[in-house]
């Protein structure tokens, strides 16, 4: 990559990053929680993987729920504190927390997810300060999250399950590339398999041929030697007589 690219991302990266934090101020300055009612978020943990979304499917939702009054300027690391206090297995020290928005999509008439963020327990990252409103969130939508255990932050996983229906959304990367390599060496082990055959076809082919062609014209030898050797057996049989005649 050349220096001008990486000022160009530079640039746009700061530029993003400026924009949230405007939409940041902007939300937080209009919610006034001594006057605001706060809204019921329904949060669904779960062990190092999120909950499937099929579990999110025909009015049911999955278990180990948290229910948590809070406010559009709620932050991610303000929703982790609350997730602590209820699970005291969360609460060691750089435990990982991945949030993802479920929200149901009208247009394509089922249940979608999106990747919002995650938390360190303990630690400061980049997505703390991330808030409900600024991720779209709408009153009604779910909240899951998938709490990993110090030393077990897994996070290649759920590449069949991201985005959508499970896969458009792939935050972590990866996922795609490699269903790619396993679909290339299927092919090339499928290939590999029908040269095999074709080999062992044609060489039973040609063994058969081969056996064929020899009991043929095995056959015609001797027929074709007997019909010559029953011919002089009948001349040596006639008399000098009759060969005269």
Not at 40 to 65: A, K, M, Q, W
Not at 106 to 123: E, H, K, M, P, Q
Not at 204 to 228: L, S, T
Request: charged fraction near 45%.
């Amino acid at each position: 990559m050349s220096s001008r690219d990486e000022d160009l991302k530079d640039i746009v990266k700061k530029e993003r990053k400026e924009k949230e934090e405007t939409m940041r101020k902007e939300i937080k300055s209009s919610v006034n929680r001594e006057e605001t009612c706060p809204l019921l978020l329904r949060v669904f943990t779960s062990s190092v993987r999120h909950n499937d979304i099929t579990d999110y499917e025909r009015g049911r939702t999955p278990e180990n729920e948290i229910q948590i009054y809070t406010w559009m300027d709620a932050t991610l690391k303000e929703l982790t504190g609350l997730i602590k206090e209820v699970n005291p297995d969360a609460r060691r020290r750089n435990t990982y927390f991945n949030f993802r928005l479920v929200y149901y999509d009208l247009r394509a008439g089922r249940y979608c997810f999106r990747d919002i963020g995650s938390t360190v327990a303990g630690a400061k990252g980049v997505d703390d300060d991330k808030i409900l409103g600024e991720v779209q969130f709408t009153i009604g939508d779910y909240m899951d999250v998938s709490i990993s255990p110090p030393n077990q932050r897994n996070d290649r996983m759920d590449y069949n399950r991201r985005g959508g229906m499970g896969g458009m959304n792939d935050r972590f990367g990866g996922g795609g590339r490699r269903r790619d390599m396993d679909i290339r060496e299927r092919d090339i082990d499928v290939r590999d398999r029908r040269g095999d055959d074709r080999r062992d076809r044609g060489g039973d082919d040609r063994r058969e041929r081969g056996g064929d062609d020899r009991r043929d014209r095995g056959g015609d030898n001797r027929r074709e030697r007997g019909g010559r050797d029953s011919g002089r057996g009948r001349d040596r049989s006639r008399s000098p007589r009759d060969r005269s005649s």
